[in-house]
């Protein structure tokens, strides 16, 4: 199972980036795949996840409005479109699988089986 997260890189505040997350080795449609970012000295959080099996994705308030998740079953990709970034943005964004369907968009705890290694983010002011 390979999880291959790209795209990250420095940018202006009030930039953009697509984040890619690519995908091997496991049935694509049994999984959500997640992103999810980290911070220094901050909690692992959340921001956006997509599923398959019921067509349902979940963002995170504070990214509501400037991310925009999507995949392509043929490419077997997730990207995550950021707009509008803003310094406290920056971060490592990882990709994730969570299991059948977006646990965060029904209040359920997600269950990670699987990771990508994580691209950084930087945003400067």
């Known amino acids: 199972v390979q999880l291959q997260a790209s795209g990250g890189g420095l940018v202006q505040a009030g930039g953009s980036l697509r984040l890619s997350c690519a995908a091997s080795?496991?049935?694509?449609?049994?999984?959500?795949i997640a992103w999810l970012r980290q911070a220094p000295g901050k909690e692992r959080e959340e921001v956006a996840c997509?599923?398959?099996?019921?067509?349902?994705?979940y963002y995170a308030d504070s990214v509501k409005g400037r991310f925009t998740i999507s995949r392509d079953n043929a490419k077997n990709t997730v990207y995550l479109q950021i707009t509008s970034l803003k310094p406290e943005d920056t971060a490592i964004y990882y990709c994730?699988?969570?299991?059948?369907?977006?646990?965060?968009?029904?209040?359920?705890?997600?269950?990670?089986?699987?990771w990508g290694q994580g691209t950084q983010v930087t945003v400067s002011s």
């Open positions: 994730a699988t969570d299991r059948g369907v977006c646990g965060a968009a029904y209040g359920v705890e997600p269950v990670y089986d699987y």
């Open positions: 080795g496991f049935t694509w449609d049994l999984y959500a």
């Open positions: 997509i599923s398959s099996r019921d067509g349902r994705i």
